[in-house]
């Protein structure tokens, strides 16, 4: 099993690496915000599966393919600002009308709460797997703390998976849960709801802008 050394420090850069402002934290952060607690922990929860493909693709080696191809990685990497862009933009243009309920539709178009969460959680999953900067994590760092030996290879990537699940659950939950009393402080305000739904969408503009340009230079 990992060394209970290397699983502190593991956890330590995981949680460094989280608490950076980034696409998965900007996806949780904007679905809260419009939508409130319930859409934002389905979408915290599409991240955390995200997660878990993640590092199965990094134990199964599919990482090292996109190492060894990197018109692959660029193809994600802006594949995946342009998706968080898209999303950001999309705020941009709209001017919800804020509730105190756990979903606030546009208005005159109830939306199920169901099927707010189902696309929450598709948003979540879909930014994580196209997150560079979580490939870049699982290339550099994540191999660097698993041992290969007979019957023990999947138990610690289990392990490991579950300290980078933990921490996802934390930063961006109790992130998820600040933001959905800013929304419902916003609830009585519409003139500024209008202007945080707003702030937020240039917020994931930018983020998607940052990563594409950090992203790509980094290759």
């Known amino acids: 099993m990992i060394p209970t050394p290397d699983l502190w420090l593991f956890f330590l850069l995981v949680l460094g690496v989280m608490v950076l402002p980034g696409l998965d934290m900007a996806c949780v952060l904007g679905n809260t915000l419009a939508g409130g607690r319930r859409r934002g922990l389905a979408a915290l929860a599409g991240?955390?599966?995200?997660?878990?493909?993640?590092?199965a693709m990094a134990t199964l080696g599919i990482g090292i393919v996109l190492k060894l191809?990197?018109?692959?990685?660029?193809?994600?990497?802006?594949?995946?600002a342009a998706y968080i862009a898209w999303i950001?933009?999309?705020?941009?243009?709209?001017?919800?009308a804020p509730r105190t309920g756990d979903e606030a539709p546009a208005a005159g178009h109830p939306?199920?709460?169901a099927a707010t969460g189902r696309a929450a959680f598709r948003q979540g999953l879909a930014t994580c797997l196209l997150n560079p900067k979580a490939y870049l994590f699982m290339l550099a760092v994540f191999p660097q703390f698993v041992r290969p030996g007979p019957?023990?290879?999947?138990?610690?990537?289990l392990v490991l998976w579950l300290v980078i699940a933990a921490n996802q659950a934390a930063v961006y939950g109790g992130l998820a849960l600040l933001a959905d009393r800013v929304r419902a402080w916003f609830a009585h305000r519409p003139g500024a709801g209008v202007v945080g739904a707003r702030a937020v969408g240039a917020l994931l503009v930018g983020v998607a802008a940052w990563t594409a340009i950090e992203g790509w230079q980094r290759l």
């Open 69 to 80: 191809f990197p018109a692959l990685f660029n193809a994600m990497l802006l594949t995946g």
């Open 88 to 96: 950001g933009a999309s705020l941009l243009r709209s001017a919800p």
């Open 111 to 113: 939306v199920p709460a």
């Open 151 to 157: 019957g023990t290879l999947w138990w610690q990537v």
């Open 47 to 55: 991240v955390i599966a995200g997660g878990a493909v993640h590092v």
